[in-house]
């Protein structure tokens, strides 16, 4: 027999093209082998994922350091388990969208007088481009991580994969909590979003500290440091958002009346600690 992809001839016994490395396929399409087929391809969903998971709490630092240092086999790569974490945000805002609508995401709750015209087009962009957003909080955080929190030397590129696999776990595992909340108390979805931030916190820096190892001081310094500018890159995202959103015509200048504290600014704020649950 011969490969079906490149035409290199076959032993009866192999399982994959030595020519090509494409799998041989003996049998015709049926239900399971279409899902295995598929899971292979996309998800890589045999033990990894469980192994995947599991591991990011327990060994952060096999699944991230290792791949780093060129193991791409045991653990789901960054790539995949990202898209896997951005499909289920997908499929959350969806389900908001689809069965709650604007009522969930009231962003002039602690707006004070924020129009309401700010409001609603700030939950048409949350649901129009949620997976960019979400996405522009990868270098957020890579950034304090490569200047601060940097025993190992990575180079940049190499932060946004341990930021990139910390992102998407976080929403990953975080995805059945946001759900349940949703279901139970729609309205009190905003609210919980901000105090699970504080946990993803906690756990980018139990990963760094598993990847970094520092001392007890450096790393309550280290880490000091680190929060501080997350905070302060943070705002600078969400104001210079709110500024180019301006500049093209998004938003005007009597959407963010009055006040004399930027509330506008606060609501921004609160779409932002959502995105990160």
Request: hydrophobic share 50%.
């Amino acid at each position: 027999m011969t490969c079906k992809n490149c035409g290199t001839t076959l032993r009866t016994d192999f399982s994959y093209c030595p020519g090509c490395g494409a799998k041989v396929i003996r049998k015709r399409i049926t239900l399971k082998n279409l899902w295995t087929d598929f899971a292979e391809r996309f998800f890589n969903l045999d033990n990894t994922v469980l192994k995947t998971i599991s591991h990011l709490f327990t060994q952060p630092e096999q699944v991230i350091g290792g791949y780093l240092n060129g193991q791409r086999k045991k653990y789901l790569n960054p790539v995949s388990y990202f898209t896997i974490a951005l499909t289920l945000s997908g499929l959350l805002v969806f389900i908001i969208q689809k069965f709650y609508g604007a009522e969930v995401f009231d962003f002039s709750q602690g707006a004070g007088r924020a129009t309401p015209e700010f409001a609603k087009k700030w939950s048409e962009i949350v649901f129009d481009l949620n997976a960019f957003f979400f996405v522009m909080y990868i270098p957020v955080l890579a950034f304090p991580a490569y200047l601060i929190m940097n025993k190992a030397k990575y180079n940049f590129p190499e932060n946004l994969i341990v930021f990139i696999y910390i992102l998407a776990h976080y929403s990953v595992c975080s995805f059945p909590i946001s759900l349940v909340s949703v279901a139970i108390d729609p309205t009190g979805y905003l609210d919980l979003s901000r105090v699970v931030i504080g946990f993803m916190l906690v756990y980018c820096i139990y990963v760094l500290q598993r990847l970094h190892n520092f001392s007890w001081k450096a790393l309550i310094f280290r880490s000091s440091l680190f929060l501080s500018l997350v905070v302060i890159l943070f705002f600078m995202l969400v104001i210079g958002l709110m500024a180019a959103l301006l500049v093209v015509g998004v938003f005007e200048l009597k959407d963010f009346a009055p006040p004399p504290k930027p509330q506008a600014i606060s609501s921004a704020i609160n779409w932002a600690s959502y995105k990160l649950l």
